[in-house]
């Protein structure tokens, strides 16, 4: 009996334990099986970024591509078609584990020149399936070793002047002021790392007095690492007596680059024109050439140049013209109609849209050249066969070309400035006005980068009415 009871106990504690290892067992199957897997919404969600914040010419920019839920070994990844001046200098698949698991694809680029680059889309197959996997736009600043020191000057009402590298004016713009009346600015050095000595003259003919000196003109040794931040030096308040042309003040710094050259810097020969003020002249020869100017100034013309402002209302009209300017006959009503609207806002540059009519014709006409083509083929008519290649060739010609003009997205800007990159940024590339029919090169999330001309740059969605769409 003793040794039943013992026997009936180890059975018991076998079972439980049994029972124990395939709960356990249960539990890590039923874990693999809700696992996350790699889905093809996941795919598409996949975009190469850069690594680092800030990217440079002649150094090598890393970039990334992490995805999830798959080993190393069933991901491949080919180098990308690459622009010119853009060179690649290496390529590394490894796995990561932080909070999720999966394959890290890094690259690395070097860029030659700094600008805005939207690179073709990075091959990767996926347990051998081939994706393209797209690059986000990548801003490449010039590498700060090449980057002098430079000055720049700004007036109370936004006015900038600006040293360039080689010396020359950023702008031609004029600064007015009345004689009499003091103007306020501020000197900033831009691309500088120490201010190593700073001084100034005092002008004759006018007042001049410094009103502030910042932490720079100490001599303070900034951080080494790259900014485009305009840091302030010194704010003077300038009085000028006289009218006429005039220049600010001399004034000269002695700066360090981030490649720990010294520079000398003076401020932008900023053109001042200085009205005439309240001040009384000291001699009469002064108040001769002082109307003199005045009487010339009465009669110089000056020719303005306004811009066409287009309301919100009548670039959504433009767009819906626009669109049915497209599904009608070239030349027809639906053109006339849009040219006339266009012509009635001030907008007279514009430029013709595409047909779909164009594109079928092209195609019929493509088609009957071509079986007209094999048909003297058949008959071994040489004279007909050359014609017709011709012709054949001219069609297709034509209809890759409507094809690509009717496919190209088009939109209506609202009108402001563009950015040089997708996101909310104070320095901006150029602007297009209201009303302007534009070019949609790439969408990424609520940005889209449109074209105008020489203009172009990233705006969100809402500032533009696509056509056709």
Known sequence: ????????????????????????????????????????????????????KNNFSGTDCAFELKIPYIKSENVQAQIPDL????????????????????????L??????????????????????LYYLPFEPIVILENPKNILPQLVVAFEDGSEFIQTRRGGQSTKKRFTTKAGQPVNFTVYLQYGVQIVSFNYSVPKNALFRELERFDITRGTLRSSEFTEEKIPVARFEWEPLYSGDQ??????????????????????????????????????????????????????????????????KNCERIAKLRT????SIPFTKAYKLRKSFENSLGLND????????????????????????????????LQGIIIFSVFSILFLVSTIITSVLI??????????????????????????????????????????????????????EDKVIFIDE
């Open 1 to 52: 009996m003793e040794k039943q009871r013992k026997n009936r106990k180890i059975n018991f504690n076998n079972g439980l334990l049994k029972a124990g290892l395939s709960l356990i067992l249960i539990l890590l199957t039923s874990q693999n099986l809700f696992a996350q897997r790699l889905t093809y919404n996941i795919i598409k969600g996949l975009t190469v970024s850069a690594v680092n």
């Open 83 to 106: 622009p010119n001046g853009v060179n690649f200098v290496s390529l590394r698949r490894s796995e990561y584990s932080d909070s999720e698991t999966g394959t890290k694809i890094e």
């Open 108 to 129: 690395w680029l070097n860029f030659a020149d700094s600008g805005v680059y939207r690179l073709s889309s990075l091959k990767v197959y996926l347990n051998n399936h």
């Open 247 to 312: 220049k600010l003040p001399d004034v000269h710094i002695v700066a360090t680059s981030y490649n720990g050259v010294r520079v000398d810097l003076t401020l932008p020969q900023t053109p001042v024109n200085v009205l005439e003020g309240d001040i009384q002249t000291s001699s009469e020869n002064e108040a001769e050439e002082l109307f003199g100017y005045a009487f010339a100034q009465k009669n110089k013309k000056i020719k303005k140049t306004e811009k066409v402002t287009v309301s919100l």
């Open 324 to 327: 049915t300017e497209r599904h």
């Open 350 to 381: 514009t430029i013709f849209e595409p047909t779909y009519f164009t594109v079928k014709l092209s195609v019929i006409l493509l088609i009957i050249f071509i079986l007209l083509l094999g048909l003297m083929i058949f008959m071994k008519k």
């Open 407 to 460: 496919l190209t997205p088009y939109a209506i800007f609202k009108g402001g400035e563009v950015s040089p990159v997708p996101e909310k940024v104070s320095s901006t590339s150029s602007s297009i006005e209201s009303g302007k029919r534009v070019r949609i090169e790439h969408r990424n999330g609520g940005w889209v980068y449109v074209q105008f001309g020489n203009s172009g740059g990233w705006v969100t």
